[in-house]
């Protein structure tokens, strides 16, 4: 029952060699359709495997989750929400695509679009840090991805550069939507709205990225993705995310005291960027529509879809 909605429907026709009387059959694609390859990473309940479809040869990421697991880590709610998400999101620009779900009596399985460049903080781990260039062509579509995700009302809640895949022309997908917010009732319109909010109880996103309201007041609404934002745009330039301690512990602490310092030789305009977006008070820090009208981003046509057209630079560090 779970995998029906999501899975894929062949229709055949089928006919009976006796009476040569043709009927329609329904075939769902399933498990066996394809065939699995490496894994590419394994998250605390899933692990994600290369998946190749025996009939088209076409590649896929399939992630696979243990029911058993699920049900005794009571996991089974958010894998629905990533489930809705997903399909809620279809065909955004910069968001992971979901094509199939299926199941057998051990796991669920969710055929994701397959990103083979990996994903973004492999990408800043090998270079140190991102060049101005580089830095505006992903924080450009990063932050475009947000504002699709926050149009149809879901709050992503753990934007961090590991959730950030690369497709095969180094264009930006957004993946890992098992902690998103689905806001029921009609999604907001302006990108400058933010009455819609969520209280969360227990959970808290990856402490480098985690937004000051969610630890001080237990409370995050769409603003806690562009906090997130922010600190992948330093990071990007500075090789390392703004709030990093030796333990959780101290990073939480330095993230409630908004305590962070820009490297030498960070660039003026980016810094002025990070510094509207890193503030304590969600209400001071830029919207979307402002951030991409900030100058940094003055070459960028956020309205024409040219940011997801343009080839992606060549990859080079940030040098002062
Ligand atoms: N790692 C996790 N999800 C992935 C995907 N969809 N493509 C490539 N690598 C991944």
Redesign the pocket.
């Known amino acids: 029952e779970w995998a029906d909605k999501g899975a894929a429907k062949i229709v055949r026709d089928v006919t009976n060699p006796d009476t040569g009387q043709t009927t329609k059959e329904v075939i769902k694609k399933g498990i066996r359709d394809f065939k699995f390859g490496d894994t590419?990473?394994d998250g605390s309940y899933s692990t994600?495997m290369?998946a190749t479809a025996r009939d088209s040869g076409k590649k896929?990421?399939v992630?696979v989750l243990s029911k058993e697991y699920l049900i005794r880590q009571k996991k089974v709610k958010y894998v629905n929400i990533e489930k809705n998400a997903l399909q809620r999101l279809n065909n955004s620009k910069g968001i992971?695509r979901l094509y199939f779900t299926f199941q057998d009596e051990a796991s669920l399985y969710f055929l994701?679009?397959?990103?083979?460049n990996?994903?973004f903080l492999s990408v800043m781990k090998k270079y140190g840090s991102l060049s101005e260039e580089c830095t505006c062509y992903y924080s450009a579509q990063i932050i475009d991805a947000i504002k699709h995700l926050h149009l149809r009302g879901i709050i992503h809640r753990d934007i961090k550069p590991e959730n950030v895949?690369l497709d095969k022309e180094m264009k930006v997908?957004l993946?890992?939507f098992g902690t998103a917010k689905l806001l029921d009732g009609q999604p907001y319109d302006s990108g400058d709205k933010y009455d819609l909010h969520t209280r969360s109880k227990s959970f808290v996103g990856t402490a480098e990225y985690v937004s000051p309201e969610l630890l001080n007041d237990n409370w995050v609404d769409y603003r806690c993705d562009i906090w997130a934002f922010g600190c992948i745009v330093f990071q990007m330039i500075a090789g390392k995310p703004p709030f990093k301690a030796t333990n959780e512990y101290l990073t939480f602490q330095k993230v409630m005291k908004v305590q962070y310092a820009f490297t030498a030789g960070f660039p003026v305009i980016v810094r002025d960027l990070v510094k509207r977006i890193l503030l304590r008070q969600p209400d001071q820090r830029l919207t979307i529509s402002q951030i991409e009208k900030h100058y940094f981003f003055r070459d960028k046509n956020f309205k024409d879809g040219s940011i997801w057209s343009e080839p992606a630079p060549e990859i080079q560090p940030y040098r002062v």
């Open positions: 590419l990473g994600v290369v896929y990421a992630k992971i994701l679009e397959y990103a083979p990996g994903d895949l997908k993946t890992d």
